[in-house]
């Protein structure tokens, strides 16, 4: 058995990797972080799992409990671990990160795009960026280190991975129009969280400054093989859950001056998704919704080809706290301990 940790276990990733650790048959969840609810009782913060974990609240000391688990789960804000993280803790347990502080491979552009100094770079090196359809065959016995990605992130970057790679498109033509649900925005007290603030309401935020901007264009410029330089959106939408992105780029023309055709296109997604357990890509005229994967660690792909402007749209789904959080997170740990990748992650969608 697997014993996990969870520093940040009651905000809403935290709580969705309690829902879904809950259910994994080889974890147990020994330590249940949250430094504003210390000594609380964990389902006294949520209800929803009232006589389901009994299980009090604790601090958030990471070198304490690297001594007690086989891995440690840190949803916490940027710049926590990076703020804590040392040598000996990575010598006695796993850790899969679920902030921003690994995921970024030069540490100036952190620095940058998070406005905060990057407290130990020396482990940015081998932390492994943890998209598991992408790189699983890094995440091993040997890996100490996982950055998870974001929400955007994971649903953008996979939404256009295959096109980048196989150089279909112009990538540096992409851009990402993305809407997030409002937990996106985690659980703390903001006005512009409130109700009557979201609430039949829609709105862009991080225009030209959103800070997973360069978490994509790194990914994607990995799949190029040169710099990729991207145009980001994000809207936040009046829903609890969910991420909508949708995609524009122009579509490279072949020798004799025609575009791709869908058939080409949907053989270049299926070469690196045909056989992903969470990934779907859905038939020819079939647009992606978020209530389809609500609740899931699905992602749903679909495109559309413009002959008129020879774009491509692509689309993709995903639920911001599975997918693009927690799920992913259980997706890592798996990979690390050599479980089944779908361990515990056999969620049935949500619908309505």
Request: aromatic share 10%; charged share 25%; proline share 3%.
């Amino acid at each position: 058995m697997i014993k996990a940790g969870i520093i940040g276990a009651t905000g809403y990733a935290g709580g969705e990797l309690v829902r879904i650790l809950k259910n994994h048959k080889d974890v147990e969840i020994v330590w249940y972080g949250s430094k504003s609810y210390i000594d609380k009782r964990y389902s006294q913060v949520y209800q929803n799992l009232f006589q389901i974990v009994e299980d009090v609240c604790r601090d958030d000391n990471l070198s304490l409990l690297a001594g007690q688990v086989d891995v440690i789960f840190t949803a916490t804000p940027q710049g926590f671990l990076a703020g804590i993280l040392t040598e000996e803790i990575l010598s006695k347990v796993k850790i899969v990160d679920l902030s921003a502080d690994y995921r970024i491979k030069d540490v100036a552009v952190y620095e940058k795009w998070y406005g905060i100094e990057h407290k130990s770079p020396q482990f940015i090196k081998e932390a492994v960026y943890g998209l598991c359809e992408l790189n699983r065959s890094q995440i091993t016995a040997d890996t100490r280190l996982v950055a998870n990605p974001g929400c955007y992130t994971t649903c953008s970057i996979l939404t256009a991975y295959p096109l980048v790679k196989e150089g279909l498109i112009d990538a540096d033509t992409l851009i990402v129009d993305a809407k997030s649900g409002t937990s996106g925005a985690g659980r703390g007290a903001k006005v512009q969280n409130l109700f009557c603030e979201v609430n039949e309401n829609m709105k862009a935020y991080g225009v030209a400054s959103h800070r997973h901007t360069p978490e994509i264009e790194e990914q994607l410029g990995y799949a190029s093989g040169g710099q990729v330089t991207i145009n980001f959106t994000p809207h936040l939408v009046p829903m609890n859950r969910g991420i909508l992105v949708t995609e524009y780029a122009s579509l490279k023309r072949k020798e004799d001056g025609t575009l791709p055709s869908y058939e080409e296109i949907k053989a270049v997604y299926d070469k690196y998704y045909g056989g992903e357990r969470f990934i779907r890509m859905l038939e020819k005229g079939v647009c992606p919704e978020t209530k389809w994967v609500e609740g899931s660690n699905y992602v749903d792909i679909g495109f559309v080809i413009d002959e008129r402007t020879g774009r491509i749209v692509m689309m993709g789904a995903l639920d911001n706290l599975v997918k693009g959080a927690a799920g992913q997170a259980v997706q890592n740990m798996n990979l690390l301990f050599g479980l089944p990748e779908e361990e515990g992650l056999d969620l049935i969608p949500c619908f309505p």
